[in-house]
């Protein structure tokens, strides 16, 4: 019965969002990627005789989390090809030409047919699954092959499908792994009381390491960011969305010697639009020039793959989502270079935020006043901004390694 309400959840969610691809931007994306896939999928893969590692991540913050372990994986098998999947726009589009990987994929949508055909086209030797994706007919097919497959970064809650009554098939999928490596020791004992113990390790979030490696292979960004920051100080607000810059649009509008970057999580026409009116008078990252450069103090970023450097130019940091449902979003990126995390009250899923509070390098804020008073004192005081920034740092190189453990086990 489980198997086919299953079937049904997946049927109805696809056209669900066939449905929505008539309004939705991301849902057209979606279903225009799936389009004949198989048949580019297998088209990409005439000729390849080489082994082949394949990682799947569900978006562009569970990529984060696998890289470090993909990019060591290609150093010490370099005759292996890397395949990458993603499940959503998000990770596909920032990353459909990363250099790290040989192949980059939209998932085929979960189901017995897709999953033996994709499966078959690529066969793969090692399989590596990032945090919170479980399709059911890609696993069970990888367990049918005997090909080993890795969990890793893996986050678990009480409120999850495994832990509940009705939860079999999600318990079954589980099975499917050869290991699971989990961030915290809450997630192992979760996974204990469902008589998964024997491959679980708590080896931390390998997210730690791939900001560290950011940082310290930093890239400088074009001259033009640093001359729109100037002496002056610099808040860098990032993946934001509307609820985030209505918090702070108060304390920009009223705060003209500060300087303020402003990356919103949807670099859409239309939300970029939307940001513009919002701060009026604002510069566009594609429209900066030496010329305008100087004319106002606040700079929205409205292209991808710049935010995990833009932090470095900053004082103070703000990272969306924690005034929304969607989720807050990467705080390590902000954390590693040594600068004050800001985000709103909607954290109790990221662990991480939790933890980074606690270590002394992060504040959260309820609502606009709070955030308002937060920021003056940041601004004002340097001795408090500087020691929130010291403890982000120490707290994300006190947390390093899960990479090697994870590498460890894949090799030895």
Known sequence: MSKIIYRLFVFFYN????????????????????????????????????????????SLGEFEQGRPVITQLKSIYPDYKIVITFFSPSGYENKKNYTGADYIFYLPADSEINARKFISIIKPSLVIWVKYEFWFHYLSELKKRDIPVVLISALFRPGQPFFK????????????????????????????????????????????DSVINTAENFAALPGLIKLFCGSQKVVVAGSTWAEDEEELLHFVKNNKAIKFIIAPHETAKSNIEEVQTRFTGCLLYSQLTESNVQTGNVLVIDNIGMLSRLYKYAHITYVGGGFGDDGLHNILEAAVYGKPVIFGPNYEKFPEATDLIAYGGAISVENTLELEKVLNN???????????????????????????????FITR
Request: a positive charge; hydrophobic letters at 45%.
């Open 15 to 58: 056209a669900a969002l066939h449905l929505a691809s008539f309004w939705n931007s991301k849902a057209r994306l979606w279903v225009q990627g799936r389009k004949q896939l198989l048949e580019k999928i297998k088209l990409s893969f005439e000729g390849n005789s080489s082994p082949v590692i394949w990682m799947h991540a569900a």
């Open 378 to 408: 940041l601004i004002t005081s340097d001795e408090l901004r500087e020691g929130y920034a010291a403890k982000a740092k120490l707290f994300i190189y006190n947390n390093k390694g899960a990479t090697e453990k994870i590498i460890s």
């Open 165 to 208: 009554f009705y939860g079999s098939l999600w318990r079954n999928m589980l099975l499917c792994f050869k290991a699971i490596f989990v961030q915290n020791q809450q997630s192992a004992e979760l996974l204990k009381t469902i008589g998964i113990e024997k491959n679980v390790t708590v080896s931390g979030d390998t997210r730690f």
